[in-house]
């Protein structure tokens, strides 16, 4: 089990940037497939992105692809989500998400298959 803490969410206009790091405890970070998700109100939560264990391979929704980079430093116990071009419609609470041993990457794009969850971070953009 690993414990997870986000930061870097906030209120920014149409078009700005934001960086979202989630912090993971323990030591077996790099047995972890990492993936991000959001869930608006009224909405379901929806796959945003995610990385495997080694950070080799990333895997991307359609809605942020080009606009949305996920990465992570195995030394550092960390996955980041760069969010560049944000929209309004990217406006929700992120929570990150790790899934021991993933095996097959389509495995990462399921919210369900995930061991743990981050208590998410608010993000907020203005049109």
């Known amino acids: 089990q690993v414990q997870l803490v986000e930061s870097g969410g906030g209120l920014v206009q149409a078009g700005a940037s934001l960086r979202l790091s989630c912090a993971a405890s323990g030591r077996t970070f790099s047995m972890y497939g990492m993936g991000w998700f959001r869930q608006a109100p009224g909405k379901e939560r929806e796959f945003v992105a995610a990385?495997?264990?080694?950070?080799?391979?990333?895997y991307d929704a359609d809605s942020v692809k080009g606009r949305f980079t996920i990465s992570r430093d195995n030394a550092k116990n960390t996955v980041y989500l760069q969010m560049n071009s944000l929209k309004p419609e990217d406006t929700a609470v992120y929570s990150c998400?790790?899934?021991?041993?993933?095996?097959?990457?389509?495995?990462?794009?399921?919210?369900?298959?995930?061991?743990?969850w981050g208590q998410g971070t608010q993000v907020t953009v203005s049109s």
């Open positions: 990385i495997s264990r080694s950070g080799d391979s990333t």
């Open positions: 998400a790790a899934q021991r041993s993933p095996g097959l990457p389509a495995r990462l794009r399921i919210g369900s298959l995930y061991d743990d």
